[in-house]
């Protein structure tokens, strides 16, 4: 089976629509679904906690297009929805697997939910991964997630798993946050670190 993994960074709506068809699926983080058909949810998040919170205005995120929508969605259409426990007013809701998952795989390593669809996907066997909106961008909230994103995409390289990162400048490549400079005291970002050059083999990502 093939697997669609929508991040929320920009490039997400360059996902090809597959709803319905054979072996093809499209997993997504909670207000994905408000823009587009999706075969199964994923909130890594409080569901109860964030319904009487979302509204505040340090919550962007989910303020923007109103957090209880999704909910209201993923009801309406009975989509599997995986996230920290089952809730009675989402009859499809079951809990992550993250303990079977972690201990599966050997670790414990989850900073954003697009790891958790990474592990779920390869914990499933899926043999094929798209990933689309994954940008782990400088000075971004998602930076931080870089690192454990690309440690699960090793792991799927490890497992044969024909994976492909469409559209990201940063994943699977060298980021010195303004630390490491060339000769020439330029930016070192995207080079191989010392030889200074550009990485002549990289069959994952597609720019």
């Excluded at 909670?30 to 587009?36: E, K, Q, T, W």
């Excluded at 009675?88 to 809701?93: A, G, K, L, Q």
Aim: with cysteine; net charge negative.
């Amino acid at each position: 089976m093939k697997v669609i993994i929508l991040g929320k960074g920009e490039g997400c709506d360059d996902a090809p629509f597959h709803y319905g068809e054979p072996g093809v699926q499209t997993w997504g983080l909670n207000n994905h679904i408000l823009s587009r058909p999706l075969d199964m949810v994923f909130e890594p998040h409080d569901v109860e906690w964030w319904l009487k919170n979302w509204d505040k205005k340090e919550w962007f995120h989910k303020v923007e297009r109103g957090y209880a929508k999704h909910i209201e969605k993923v009801n309406e259409h009975g989509i599997p929805y995986l996230t920290l426990k089952h809730y009675d007013f989402i009859p499809t809701s079951e809990p992550y697997p993250v303990d079977a998952i972690s201990r599966h795989f050997g670790i414990d390593y989850f900073t954003g939910g697009v790891d958790y669809m990474m592990a779920y996907a390869l914990w499933k066997g899926v043999e094929e991964i798209d990933l689309y909106g994954v940008h782990t961008v400088r000075d971004d909230e998602y930076l931080y997630q870089k690192p454990s994103l690309e440690f699960w995409i090793g792991v799927a390289v490890g497992q044969k798993t024909k994976i492909r990162v469409h559209g990201s400048q940063t994943l699977l490549r060298p980021m010195y946050q303004d630390k490491i400079w060339t000769n020439e005291g330029a930016w070192a970002d995207g080079l191989r670190y010392g030889y200074f050059c550009n990485p002549t083999v990289n069959e994952i990502s597609i720019r």
